[in-house]
Antibody, heavy 121, light 108 residues
């Protein structure tokens, strides 16, 4: 079955760190760019970060640049998001997202169910 | 950063009616690198359209997309009960690959 399963969310204090993971199955993971997209409670979607299939290119929203790091382990079909210096405004459901086919196709054709990150003291 | 503005914010229609949703970009989205998604409460979003006018796998033909440059439209020809949800557009021509703020399609 083609799916993405996120893990690693939880409650963290402001200034703290958290590492999200996403395990992919049912497709050749290394062939596709991957992204993280988040959704604050009651709000819309926000693209957070993306990484090329080879891992060579990484991209970030301005709101997380310098604090978050995206990476991937193609041998284990896993995507990561290391989140440091967390703020209350980072509270959201974080979705793992698979990009479409092709070098420029950064739309999302497969979504995980999401993992909730809550930043609060 | 490309800013996407969706209108209207809320659209109230009845099943069987036609829905027209708009997405306007702050600068040209070249090669029509624009996608549309649907999200129901408590669920992850789902891809509807990519390349402005190509339907994703399994999406019925009552959904159609059009537009180029800075103005894009999602049309639902005859609303079914399952179509009432929140719709988002996304541009993927330049990082960051921004989303619009969403249009809520509600039952009148």
């Amino acid at each position: 079955e083609v799916q993405l399963v996120e893990s690693g969310g939880g409650l963290v204090q402001p200034g703290g760190s958290l590492r999200l993971s996403c395990t992919a199955s049912g497709f050749t993971f290394s062939d596709y760019a991957m992204s993280w997209v988040r959704q604050a409670p009651g709000k819309g979607l926000e693209w957070v970060s993306g990484i090329r299939g080879s891992g060579a290119g990484t991209y970030y929203a301005d709101s997380v640049k310098g604090r978050f790091t995206i990476s991937r382990g193609n041998s284990k079909n896993t995507l990561f998001l290391q989140m440091n210096s967390l703020r209350a405004e980072d509270t959201a459901v974080y979705y793992c997202a698979k990009a479409g086919s092709g070098w420029y196709q950064w739309y999302v054709d497969l979504w995980g169910r999401g993992t909730l990150v809550t930043v609060s003291s | 950063e490309i800013v996407l503005t969706q209108s209207p914010g809320t659209l109230s229609l009845s099943p069987g009616e036609r829905a027209t949703l708009s997405c306007r970009a702050s600068q040209s989205v070249s090669s029509s690198y624009l996608a549309w998604y649907l999200q129901k409460p408590g669920q992850a979003p789902r891809l509807l359209m990519y390349g402005a006018s190509s339907r994703a796998t399994g999406i019925p033909d009552r959904f159609s997309g059009s537009g180029s440059g800075t103005d894009f439209t999602l049309t639902i020809s005859r609303l079914e009960p399952e179509d009432f949800a929140v719709y988002y557009c996304q541009q993927y021509v330049n990082s960051p690959y921004t989303f619009g703020q969403g249009t809520k399609l509600e039952i009148k």
